[in-house]
């Protein structure tokens, strides 16, 4: 449902992202602690930074909303959600197999995969629904 185009500001240089893309979304989460420097920062709030705020990308800001909507809307175990949490603190799958907390290296990364192929479910679903409810997709 969410789509990005990241042209010109500052010099960016441009490219399409879109949660229909399983690299988008799988990098998206592997990346998440060093690119979306909003995630959690209503618990790591600096009064002094709070001028900042014009440094954030406003456009990668809502493509990670999109996807934390559309992760919510997959109904994800509490196992999974815990591997999205890991992930999105910084660790690497890797590292959440090396933790001894019960993942096992093989069956975290099928786990991995099939979360990226019911997000991307998921996220077609809300698309065709925004469709049929404008008219543009006949049921």
Known sequence: MAGLGIGSYKDREYADLTLSDRNVVKYLILYRSKVDVSYNVNNNIDIK???????????LIALYSSLDITIGKCNFKEKQLTLLRFIFEGNTIHDVCNMNIGYTRSATYELF???????????????????????YIKE
């Open 113 to 135: 995969n099939r979360m990226l192929d019911r997000i991307l479910l998921e996220n077609y679903k809300l698309w065709a629904n925004s469709m049929k409810s404008q008219g």
């Open 49 to 59: 930074q709070a001028g900042d705020i014009f440094e954030f990308n406003q456009e």
